[in-house]
């Protein structure tokens, strides 16, 4: 899939960022490299939006689980349309409108997608909304329903809230009838959260926040934390989870990775459960996206039902060109975006 830099060869050429060492996002190239040629199993996707992620930043510094052969392309979370459809892959036509989750490739004007990571995105659903559907929207829904059990009535404590993972976690938390507490930096953020379906909002500074939200949960904590911050996050979410509750852990955006002490776990009864959506993608050693490939489906189906009917609402703080891509990096870091970044390849 690694789309090759010389001028010489017979695929067209395409506008991508190249990443040719770690060396961050600034490091990127803006540039013209060979469009991927098409393999056995796969699509080719003229692809019009891709979001940019912390874990996007990660990956381009190296820092990231996994690390794709140099020089590579990156961008995982795309929507499009189908261009060219692989003779063994049924179930796709050229002019399909799709998200897709790829290895990597998806900040490139073409990328090849293996079709089991591969969705058709209903016409009511814009293209630069649809591709925050599968991993963003995934990770919410994944983790909380299939790992957390998550279950009406529950109380769900949701941190980074008006983030690119925490408005769908909101969102996929009230649906489910949950009574959902966001925590987030500032009040824009938590009414954004609110707006999204939350039921009450705290800020992440609070004085001893962990004993502050298990105050508010008349003494007894909440069932479910959905966790993408770490750190102090992490620490507040141990302290304010009831008997028999779950701290999921998504991620790390304060960049401070927790450690658990495990006498904490025995004595309140509580259960710290691990969520990785790159398992469901054929991102980890043993490649398992056969084995869920219907599961995945299911799930896009659910979600894509959910935005058509409203109870899922994709929130894009701004939506960049390819070539603005230092702009769009700079903003998520520095905090200053809310639910997804977004960059336009072409159209
Ligand atoms: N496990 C998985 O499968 C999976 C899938 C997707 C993402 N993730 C991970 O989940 C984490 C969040 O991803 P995201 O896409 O939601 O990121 P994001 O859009 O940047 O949101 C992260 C939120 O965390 C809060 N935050 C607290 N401390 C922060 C800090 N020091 N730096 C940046 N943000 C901080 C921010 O909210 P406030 O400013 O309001 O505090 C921000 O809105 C990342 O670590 C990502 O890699 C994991």
Redesign the pocket.
Known sequence: MTARKPARGDLPRMKALYCTHWGGYKALEYTDVEAPALRDGCVRIAVHYATI???QVLVVAGKYQRRPPLPFVPGTEVSGIVSEVAPDVAGFRVGDRVAAMLDWGGFGEEAIATAETVWQVPDAIDLSAACSIP?TYG?AYASLHWRAAIAPGHRVLVF?A?????IPAVEVAAQAGAHVIAV??TPE?LALARAHGAHEGIL?DTPDIGRAIKARSGGRGVDIAFD??GGAMFDAALRCVAPEGKIVV??????SVPQIPANLLLVKNIDVIG????LYLGWTPGDERRRFAERLRVLMAALCEGIVAGDFRPVTSATWPLASYIDAFDA?VA?Q?VGRVVLRIRG
């Open positions: 992620t912390l874990g991993g990770t980074g008006a983030g690119g993972v925490g987030a930096r953020r992440n993408p911050v998504i991620g790390f955006a304060s960049g969520f990785n959506f790159g998520l905090r975006t």
